[in-house]
């Protein structure tokens, strides 16, 4: 039987998990520093992805994310293996985007995919040391910047 303390871990790093998702849609960056360590390395292994340190890969979600009028990312069935003050867990992910032609209508492309991560148990709590991202389906067609409204803020927020 789980531990009081061992509960409590497995709950704290599944919130971790979803605060994730929360900054990403939202686009509230500096959120993402309640989620990974400062030198955290993410690794979106996936066509036009990137392998970058935390602060790197804010400035390149800043500037990729502009091309979504709006992104919702599930994170489910996660599963966490904990270890003293150290963790793994894997969980899906489904990733819907939403572009806006310059006509006016959407374009939607959602996409599967496993996310992978380490976690350490810090001072203010868990948070994600390495995570990589492997891509399992994409239905649709991203369209370029030249195609579609920008956005700095999600549509509707």
Not at 51 to 59: G, I, S
Not at 117 to 135: C, F, M, N, P, S
Request: glycine share 8%; with cysteine; proline share 3%.
């Amino acid at each position: 039987m789980p531990t009081p303390q061992a509960i409590g871990d497995q709950l704290e790093i599944r919130a971790c998990l979803y605060r994730y998702a929360r900054a990403i849609d939202t686009r509230e960056f500096e959120r993402l520093s309640s989620v990974f360590t400062a030198d955290a390395l993410i690794h979106y292994d996936l066509a036009g992805g990137v392998k970058l340190r935390l602060a790197e890969m804010v400035d390149w979600l800043r500037k990729s994310l502009r091309i979504f009028a709006a992104t919702q990312h599930v994170i489910t069935n996660p599963e966490v293996e904990l270890d003293g003050d150290r963790a793994r867990s894997t969980c899906y992910l489904t990733g819907t985007h939403v572009q806006e032609t310059l006509a006016g209508g959407d374009s939607l492309v959602v996409e599967g995919g496993i996310y992978h991560d380490e976690h350490v148990r810090a001072d203010a709590g868990w948070r994600i040391k390495r995570r990589t991202l492997r891509r399992i389906y994409t239905s649709g067609r991203y369209l370029g910047p030249d195609a579609v409204r920008l956005f700095e803020k999600p549509r509707g927020r």
